[in-house]
């Protein structure tokens, strides 16, 4: 009987193991993985770094890329870049709702608004993009993942491993490079050697010195702008991961507690019958 149970556990965990390396089968070339404030058990999002994140999306992603799970309001929330109401209400103010109960059917916006989409429609989208659909980017930190062969995904149960998606998008960032011999890069399209295919339709978006950060200790570098709107997609697709791994430890203390309490209890309950 528990054989059996133990090899039903062994199958199960193998069905599990195996469906991971499916999803993670999408090729690419080499990721370099970072050391994300977030990754581990204990891993927490660096407030600065998400803000400066929020800045690179603004000032260079948002005019392409929309982030429609995103309002205004989750800005101020506990765990993210945390800006201040007052901050919040002024940042919306700053955009144009269209909103057809408004008189004219616009008005100022405010933090419960959803962050506006640079464009009215997808084919509004294609048609500024030489044909692409910039994709929304609230959840692109789940939707992509990075290529690990075995054993080496193995570990990443052990190690909890959910940076994935900002891997991917930092790797994708800063892998743009001069097409090899050979190669022909069609018009409106570009060489970046991490892409799948290589040839993506997304003009390089960042470049040393791009963007200019309030904290002048912060290298403003293509690598470090990268960095940052990468852990700041991962707050936007993830907001309650910190939470989720708390609770998370929390419930591994309480089942080892629970399991000691219940080893003494079955010993209580059996020690006067002997064989
Ligand atoms: C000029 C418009 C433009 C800007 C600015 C821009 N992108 Fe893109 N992006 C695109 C287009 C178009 C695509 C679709 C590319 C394709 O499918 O070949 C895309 C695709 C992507 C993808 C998806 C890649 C994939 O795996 O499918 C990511 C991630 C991305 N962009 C991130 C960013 C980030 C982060 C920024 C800001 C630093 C940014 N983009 C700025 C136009 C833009």
Known sequence: MLK????????????????????AAEENAHTEQQDWSFAGVFGTYDQNQLRRGFHIYREVCSSCHGLDFIAFRNLSEPGGPEYSEDQVRALAAEFTIADETAEGGEREGVPADRWPNPFASEQIARDSNGGAFPPDLSLMAKARGIHMDFPWWVFNYFTAYQEAGADYIYNLLTSYTEAPEGTEVPAGQYYNEYFP???IAMAPPLSDGLISYDDEATPETVEQYALDIAAFLQWTADPHMVERKATGFK????LIVLAVLMYLVKRRIWRDIHD
């Open 251 to 254: 419930v591994i203390i309480f």
């Open 4 to 23: 059996k149970t133990i090899l039903g556990v062994l199958a199960l965990a193998a069905v599990a193991l195996g469906s991971a390396t499916v999803q």
């Open 197 to 199: 295919g290589h040839l």
